[in-house]
C-alpha cells in the first residue's frame, strides 16, 4: 500500500513537471500565426495619374484604414480615398515630381504599415498644355519626354481648359518652350489669368481671342534681353 501511494505521487509530480515545461514553451515561443505577429499590408498598385482631371489613383488595399501619399519625399498627404487630386499642389508647378503611395494600417489592426508603391515621374504641364516642336510644327505633340528644342503652345488639354489660372512653364519635357500658336486659347471661357514664361519670345495673333473670363496677363521678364513679339492683341466678340 506505502509502495503504491509512493508510485502515485511520483507519477503526479512526473505530470506536473511536464505541465509546467509545456506551459514554458508555449509562453517563450508563440504561434507565428497568434494573436502576437502583426503582417504588413499589401503595398498599393497600379499607382497612375488620371488625365482628364489631373487626378492620382491607385487600387484599393484589403485592411487599409488610409493611404499616404508622398511627393518628392517632401509633400505628405492622408487621404481615406484611392485617389487624391494633385491640382492644388502641382497645377501651377514645372519640374518633373516622384510619386509614391503606402497603405496604413490602424493602430489597433492586426497589420502593418505596407511598403511604398513603385515611384511614378510626373511633369504637371504635361497634363495641362497641347505643345509643337517649332521646327517641325507637328501638331498636338505630348510625347512623355520631347526632343530638346524650341517649343510652341498650341493649346490646352481638357483638363487644361479647366483651370482658372494657368502658368506656361520654361521648359515641358526637355524643350524650352518660346512661343505660343495662333488661337492656341481662343474661346476658352474659365482661364482668368495667365502667365507668360520668360522664354516665350513671340505670341501669335488670335492665341486670345473671346478668351471672356480672361482679367490678366503677366509677362515674365524676358531672357537675355529678348524682345516679345505679339503678332495682334486679344480680341471679344461684341
Known sequence: ??????QKVKTGHIFCAV?????????????????????????????????????LTWAEVNDAVEYRVDIDSEQAIITRNNYYSLEEKLAAKSGVYKIEVKAL??????????????????????????????????????AAQAAAGNLAISGLTNYGKTLNNVVIPVSIGGGTVRSI????????????????????????????????????????????????EIESPPKRES
Open 19 to 55: 505541465l509546467v515545461l509545456c506551459t514554458l514553451v508555449f509562453t517563450a515561443c508563440p504561434d507565428p500565426n497568434g494573436p502576437g505577429t502583426k503582417t504588413a499590408l499589401a503595398a498599393p498598385r497600379n499607382v497612375q495619374v488620371r488625365e482628364n482631371d489631373f487626378t
Open 1 to 6: 500500500m506505502i509502495g503504491f501511494m509512493k
Open 105 to 142: 494600417a490602424g493602430s489597433s489592426s492586426q497589420f502593418t504599415d505596407s511598403a511604398y508603391s513603385d515611384a511614378i515621374e510626373i511633369e504637371p504641364p504635361e497634363y495641362i498644355f497641347e505643345y509643337d516642336e517649332e521646327e517641325e510644327n507637328t501638331q498636338n505633340i505630348r
Open 181 to 228: 500658336l495662333s488661337n492656341a486659347f481662343a474661346g476658352n471661357t474659365n482661364m482668368a489669368s495667365i502667365v507668360i514664361a520668360a522664354t516665350i519670345t513671340k505670341i501669335e495673333g488670335g492665341a486670345f481671342n473671346n478668351c471672356t473670363a480672361l482679367a490678366t496677363i503677366t509677362f515674365a521678364a524676358p531672357e537675355n534681353d529678348e524682345t516679345l
